[in-house]
């Protein structure tokens, strides 16, 4: 079975998207509604602006997500997924590449998500960091340990955890992890802590925008990232992708599960190779590629 999987925040680079502008119809006609909708110029952050102007969630969030969903749209008749699933972010182009929501709505979520997140952010200063070479059980224990918010955000691939949560307990965390024997326990360069408690401000103003939005029977399963497995009823899709913001990305149990039920060829949609590179860590026998066009 052939699965599509979606990339999130961070894949971003400058220039992403210019080549399908340039050379499809589509893709223009696209990109210049996405102008429209958001309110400014997209396209020119995507292809002309700086790493630290692309770094912006509220600007980072919509760029992969159009990258992304407008790639799946220029393969056409060749898009065609017998399952689906999407990092974080990457739900949302899963869910308008699987039909689920149209391309006005899913821009629209991700905006509002986008901005809701940096506001969130901006109430309370936190972090994340990448946890390399433990056990998630010990990653999960010693977060459970630490005074103060920090948890488990994204179960990225066997040996690779990401925690979230408040600056100086996410940085206890990292230091107890280092002496137990973690390969490294880095802060990373984010807005703040995603997947964690931190978000619920974020989750309440995002449930509102997503109760009110239109969701349609999907074409194929989605793999959600809150509960690792197929989803098809639109209602469960509403609420596993209210929940996302404040629960922990489980990427890892997510592609074990669609192997598990017969995925064989994973394809990724969207800007760079990040998930090509965990799928790898995560089951180097099942070939994944980019999409091409």
């Known amino acids: 079975m052939k699965a599509y999987i979606f990339p999130g925040q961070g894949a971003q680079f400058t220039g992403m998207g210019l080549d399908l502008y340039e050379k499809f119809p589509i893709a223009q006609e696209l990109f ?10 997209i396209t020119d952050v995507m292809f002309e602006g700086s790493p630290e102007e692309l770094k912006q969630t509220k600007v980072t969030q919509p760029a992969v997500f159009l990258h992304s969903v407008i790639s799946a749209k220029v393969l056409g008749d060749d898009f065609n997924p017998e399952m689906v699933a999407g990092h974080s972010l990457g739900e949302l182009s899963a869910l308008v590449a699987n039909k689920v929501l149209s391309f006005q709505d899913g821009l629209s979520l991700v905006s509002k998500r986008a901005k809701a997140m940096q506001k969130a952010c ?3 200063p936190s972090t994340m960091a ?3 070479g433990v056990e998630d059980t010990l990653v999960e224990k010693i977060c459970d340990q630490t005074e103060g918010v920090v948890v488990a955000a994204n179960y990225n691939c066997p ?3 990401v925690i979230s949560g408040e600056i100086e307990a996410v940085e206890k965390a990292c230091e107890v992890l280092k002496g137990q024997g973690a390969r490294r326990a880095m802060i990373l360069p984010v807005g703040g802590a995603f997947h964690s408690p931190i978000m619920e401000p974020a989750r309440e103003e995002l449930a509102k925008a997503i109760e009110e939005t239109d969701f349609k029977e999907p074409i194929c399963p989605i793999y959600q990232n809150v509960v690792a497995e197929a989803v098809i009823t639109p209602k469960k ?3 596993n992708l209210i929940s996302q913001l404040t629960a922990p990305v489980k990427w890892t149990q997510s592609i074990q599960n669609m192997i598990a039920d017969g ?3 994973f394809v990724e949609v969207g800007p760079g190779k990040v998930l090509q590179g965990l799928m790898r860590k995560i089951n180097r026998s099942i070939p994944a590629s980019s999409a091409t066009f």
């Open 130 to 132: 990448a946890v390399l």
């Open 263 to 265: 995925g064989s060829e």
């Open 122 to 124: 901006e109430i309370q």
């Open 159 to 161: 040996g690779q955890l």
């Open 32 to 41: 210049e509604k996405a102008n429209d909708i958001l309110g400014f110029s």
């Open 237 to 239: 899709i509403k609420e």
